[in-house]
């Protein structure tokens, strides 16, 4: 727009200053009607004092209104915190247990490996072959001095088939 105004692009908040507005515009208007009307000034004084109580009747219901709503809605989101609340101690509890299971199972495994593997190893060293599928592989472990040091003998050029990537001794 030329003037650089828009009406579209300035801040709207509901309607509420219209309404504060009408209701003003409305009483000053009343005032100003009752102040010019031609009435003896016992009847004006009475009538202006009846308007002016039940203003402030209807304004003390709207706040009494205002604060009723205001509280229960008050009360409906404490309400719902609390259910959320809950529902987060109960989700944090139930993988606090799923974290202890899975740590206790771990545990276990590693156990169970490395007795697996201390056994092998001490029947590597006493020279006894074990027959059968073990942990060490389904072939068995090696008896001892079948290991060879010798890169030519395997193909990938490194000696020996450790497990974790470093050669066996």
Avoid: C, W
Avoid at 25 to 45: E, I, N
Avoid at 66 to 81: D, I, K, P
Avoid at 151 to 158: A, F, M, N, R, T
């Amino acid at each position: 727009m030329a003037d650089g105004f828009d009406r579209n692009d300035h801040d709207h908040n509901g309607g509420g200053s219209f309404v504060m507005g009408l209701l003003t515009g409305t009483v000053l208007g009343a005032g100003l009607g009752m102040l010019f009307a031609p009435k003896a000034g016992s009847d004006l004084r009475n009538q202006v004092r009846e308007q002016a109580g039940n203003l402030a009747n209807t304004a003390s219901d709207g706040y009494r209104r205002a604060a009723e709503t205001a509280g229960e809605y008050a009360g409906r989101v404490a309400e719902t915190a609390n259910q959320y609340a809950e529902r987060g101690r109960d989700m944090a509890g139930d993988l606090a247990g799923r974290a202890r299971e899975a740590i206790a199972k771990g545990a276990e495994e590693a156990q169970r490996y490395v007795k697996d593997a201390t056994g092998a190893a001490s029947d590597m060293a006493s020279g006894s072959v074990a027959s059968g599928p073990t942990a060490m592989g389904s072939s068995g472990p090696r008896p001892a001095g079948s290991y060879s040091n010798d890169p030519k003998s395997h193909p990938g050029g490194q000696s020996g088939s450790g497990g974790f990537g470093g050669p066996r001794s």
